[in-house]
């Protein structure tokens, strides 16, 4: 009865009433019902709340009226994202404040969690101990993701900082330290150095699946995480395709593996995971170079299995038999692809890719692939062994380009 009396009367105030509620926490339904006949601002404030509808304190009236409450978002200077909310519901969040927002009328508010945390608000960052400063201890970091809708499906990790203790040289395993992801699809787990790499983790339906993200490490290291939770609604346009753990938009980009780096990185033992890439209107087939590598006499930017501290060919196919051009144990596939730098272009295509140079026909000659295959996708797979025959490979950096309907293909 008391909220039908006042329908009316709130009007344009209600989003005003909700914030204080937000604040004070209780309006109870007694306190109302106890106020009835009373003006709506006496029931929510008391008699000495002053303002009325037409003389607010114009101090407050701005922020209600411009800043959209949990839906801006803003860049502190230390790099985080935040929500650009007002400073007392930032505070209340358990946000950390970054500097106004909105020209002043609202506060960069950036969450963080680190081990034993719960996390409630979009784009928290799971970060480490004593972040930003480095951790080298020993022991298991979980926080927990709950969603802050039903109706959210996936997560997004960006691993705006990620350096753990690197896989062991000889099978390139991730025996010290490890990022997993409970609760959701199972992701491959990985080690190293990883910043600016992503996933995309399945959240499931309903509001009952909780997702525990875990650093687990051991030995000493000097090791840095941050990595961005982004929840992302099922009917989302930012929303990856099913199954991909890796998702791309946009007609050209580039993709590699996990730790990847040509001086220092190790291929990652135990990798099973897809990589996909959006096909863009009016675009039928996609090409892939291996990445320039500036740092090597030989580019390792493509060096998946042989000894990579030798020049190495390229291998493709697969199937049982171990033979010295197939690809049996570490792989990347790319449908139907073919060498397209070449005269005469090959009749028939690959799949499977492997060796040290990137090529989709056996040789040592780099060459530009093309595959027509869609949806575009890259299927990755590494055993869990690398010695003896597997030395310093670094896995894969591509550069993809998709190419426009009338080209062929
Ligand atoms: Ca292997």
């Not at 203790?165 to 990883?194: F, K, R, W, Y």
């Not at 791309?248 to 291929?267: A, D, E, L, P, W």
């Not at 006499?297 to 038999?321: A, D, E, L």
């Amino acid at each position: 009865m008391c909220q039908q009396q006042h329908k009316l009367s709130c009007g344009l105030n209600i989003r005003i009433v909700f914030k204080f509620v937000l604040f004070t926490f209780t309006i109870s339904q007694n306190s109302c019902k106890v106020q009835e006949g009373s003006s709506w601002k006496d029931i929510i404030f008391g008699s000495k709340w002053m303002p009325s509808v037409g003389a607010r304190d114009p101090r407050f009236l701005p922020i209600f009226s411009v800043v959209p409450v949990g839906t801006g978002t803003c860049t502190a200077s230390s790099g985080e994202q935040g929500n650009c909310i007002p400073q007392k519901e930032c505070l209340l969040r358990a946000g950390i404040p970054a500097g106004p927002c909105a020209g002043g009328y609202g506060l960069c508010c950036v969450f963080l969690q680190t081990c034993g945390g719960v996390i409630r608000e979009n784009s928290t960052y799971f970060v480490n101990p004593n972040h930003p400063d480095v951790y080298d201890g020993t022991g298991s970091c979980q926080v927990t993701v709950q969603k802050i809708h039903p109706d959210v499906c996936q997560l997004r990790l960006d691993l705006d900082m990620f350096s753990i203790a690197p896989p062991e040289a000889l099978n390139h395993v991730c025996n010290q330290d490890q990022l997993l992801v409970s609760g959701g699809t199972p992701i491959p787990t990985i080690c190293g150095a990883s910043a600016g790499d992503h996933m995309y983790i399945d959240a499931g339906l309903g509001q009952s699946n909780a997702i525990v993200l875990s650093v687990i490490t051991s030995g000493t290291f000097s090791r840095i995480w941050r990595i961005r939770v982004t929840q992302i609604h099922c009917g989302s346009l930012s929303r990856a395709d099913q199954g991909c753990l890796q998702y791309y938009t946009g007609i050209s980009g580039r993709v590699r593996s996990f730790n990847f780096n040509t001086v220092t990185g190790r291929q990652l033992s135990n990798q099973d995971y897809s990589i996909c890439i959006r096909a863009e209107r009016n675009f039928c087939s996609i090409q892939y170079n291996a990445c320039p590598d500036t740092e090597n006499n030989r580019s390792r930017s493509f060096t998946i299995s042989g000894n990579s501290n030798n020049p190495t060919g390229s291998m493709v196919g697969g199937g049982t038999q171990v033979t010295q051009n197939t690809c049996i144990n570490d792989w990347l596939l790319i449908g139907c692809m073919r060498s397209v730098d070449r005269i005469p272009p090959l009749a028939a295509c690959e799949d499977r890719v492997c060796g040290g140079t990137f090529s989709a026909e056996v040789g040592t000659i780099q060459r530009t692939v093309q595959s027509s295959v869609r949806p575009f996708r890259l299927y990755f797979h590494t055993d869990g062994v690398e010695a003896p025959t597997d030395i310093d490979n670094r896995g894969f950096c591509l550069d993809f380009v998709q190419q426009p309907c009338t080209n062929g293909f």
